[in-house]
């Protein structure tokens, strides 16, 4: 079959890394573009080593009419802010675009500008489909603009995902405790992430509320709730360069089991090439999930207090991001939804 042709904007970052690693051993894929403003006219070589005797020739510059020549669909891992205005310039030229920004994650436009401030398209600010395909599948394979979703979400919508469908949330905030690699910063330097401030310690940041992918969380799950869903999250920094563990904490309706969120979740994500729920009691390790587009889901019951422990553990570059984001593009063209993403983890 002919080949879709791709762009990718923000090659030259982790995210853009990541989906040209992928996309390379995608069979329905030729990519086109690897598109970096910072790093213009660098060699992909030497911007990507990764790449080198694989992707001949240079970075390119930013060029919205030379990518909508040159690409079906696009994706942009540009920054938040950086992203929009450039992607409803390209959907206007009727291209099909997935940003891994999260400039169209929030649909309420009041939210987005209270998180992030201003929008750089807000005409379009709710009219992206939210790109988590196990939630999203039919939607997301009408859409010309997907936003594919934040790596902390990810991990911790899928093991919250079958309590809030079910109504098994009883109204109080939702504890949601997260560890994440420092991948997850990106690729430009900075005091946060230097080795000698992340190599010997863990440590909690943007706590009580100040995390941005805080609303990200409550919408998908107050919207599978059907009512107002509020989130305790704290992320922390951990010393490893892939993965996010999340830890969230509920209190079950009198008379449900464990054994029922465990066969609610298996049923909720048959199908999904992605998602794996073990048996109850298990505790999922980023180990397993490294370099992967899996997302390892479990429960555990604290019998004595009552309270669940709903884990979730994913690659925050993969299912956290770029392998998310072919998961969505495999949707949206009718290919194969595991497409290019089939290979387990780098175990160990």
Same mark, same amino acid.
């Given at each position: 079959?002919? #080949?879709?042709?791709? /762009?990718?904007?923000?090659?030259?970052?982790?995210?853009?890394?990541?989906? %040209?690693?992928?996309?390379?051993?995608?069979?329905?894929?030729?990519?086109?573009?690897?598109?970096?403003?910072?790093? *213009?006219?660098?060699?992909?070589?030497?911007?990507?080593?990764?790449?080198? +005797?694989?992707?001949?020739?240079?970075?390119?510059?930013?060029? *919205?009419?030379?990518?909508?020549?040159?690409?079906?669909?696009?994706?942009?891992?540009?920054?938040?802010?950086?992203?929009?205005? !450039?992607?409803?310039?390209?959907?206007?030229?009727?291209?099909?675009?997935?940003?891994? /920004?999260?400039?169209?994650?929030?649909?309420?436009?009041?939210?987005?500008?209270?998180?992030?401030?201003?929008?750089?398209?807000?005409?379009?600010?709710?009219?992206?489909?939210?790109?988590?395909?196990?939630?999203? $599948?039919?939607?997301?394979?009408?859409?010309?603009?997907?936003?594919?979703?934040?790596?902390?979400?990810?991990?911790?919508?899928?093991? !919250?995902?079958?309590?809030?469908?079910?109504?098994?949330?009883?109204?109080?905030?939702?504890?949601?405790?997260?560890?994440?690699?420092?991948?997850? =910063?990106?690729?430009?330097?900075?005091? $946060?992430?230097?080795?000698?401030?992340?190599?010997?310690?863990?440590? *909690?940041?943007?706590?009580?509320?100040?995390?941005?992918?805080?609303?990200?969380?409550? @919408?998908?799950?107050?919207?599978?709730?059907?009512?107002?869903? $509020?989130?305790?999250?704290?992320?922390?920094?951990?010393?490893?360069?892939?993965?996010?563990?999340?830890?969230?904490?509920?209190?079950?309706?009198?008379?449900?089991?464990? @054994?029922?969120?465990?066969?609610?979740?298996?049923?909720?994500?048959?199908? %999904?090439?992605?998602?794996?729920?073990?048996?109850?009691?298990?505790?999922?390790?980023?180990?397993?999930?490294?370099? %992967?587009? $899996? =997302?390892?889901?479990?429960?555990?019951?604290?019998?004595?207090?009552?309270?669940?422990? *709903?884990?979730?553990?994913?690659?925050?570059?993969?299912?956290?991001?770029?392998? @998310?984001?072919?998961?969505?593009?495999?949707? #949206?063209?009718?290919?194969?939804? +595991? =497409?290019?993403?089939?290979?387990?983890?780098?175990?160990?």
């Amino acid at each position: 079959m002919e #080949r879709i042709r791709v /762009s990718i904007l923000g090659a030259s970052g982790y995210t853009g890394a990541e989906l %040209s690693r992928i996309l390379l051993g995608h069979p329905s894929v030729a990519i086109t573009e690897l598109v970096g403003h910072g790093k *213009a006219g660098q060699p992909i070589a030497t911007v990507l080593p990764a790449l080198a +005797g694989i992707v001949p020739g240079n970075v390119l510059a930013h060029d *919205a009419a030379r990518t909508a020549a040159a690409a079906d669909a696009i994706f942009s891992c540009l920054p938040h802010g950086a992203s929009a205005t !450039l992607c409803a310039e390209l959907r206007s030229k009727g291209k099909i675009v997935f940003d891994l /920004s999260a400039d169209f994650r929030l649909h309420d436009l009041a939210e987005h500008e209270r998180w992030y401030g201003h929008h750089g398209a807000p005409s379009l600010a709710n009219s992206a489909v939210y790109g988590l395909p196990e939630l999203h $599948r039919d939607a997301i394979a009408k859409a010309d603009l997907i936003a594919v979703p934040g790596c902390f979400p990810t991990a911790s919508i899928l093991p !919250l995902a079958p309590l809030a469908k079910h109504g098994w949330l009883d109204g109080s905030p939702l504890v949601v405790d997260a560890k994440s690699g420092v991948s997850g =910063a990106g690729r430009s330097p900075g005091e $946060r992430t230097h080795f000698s401030e992340t190599s010997e310690g863990i440590r *909690a940041y943007k706590i009580a509320g100040s995390h941005r992918h805080t609303p990200e969380i409550e @919408q998908e799950i107050t919207e599978l709730a059907g009512k107002s869903v $509020r989130v305790i999250f704290t992320p922390h920094l951990v010393p490893m360069t892939r993965g996010i563990l999340s830890s969230s904490y509920v209190r079950l309706p009198s008379g449900v089991t464990v @054994q029922q969120v465990t066969d609610a979740a298996r049923a909720m994500y048959a199908g %999904s090439p992605s998602v794996f729920v073990h048996d109850a009691g298990a505790c999922p390790d980023t180990l397993w999930v490294r370099g %992967s587009n $899996r =997302a390892h889901v479990s429960y555990t019951l604290d019998e004595r207090t009552g309270w669940l422990l *709903a884990q979730g553990a994913i690659d925050n570059l993969v299912k956290g991001a770029s392998g @998310q984001a072919v998961q969505c593009f495999n949707v #949206r063209f009718g290919l194969p939804e +595991g =497409a290019a993403l089939g290979s387990p983890a780098m175990w160990p």
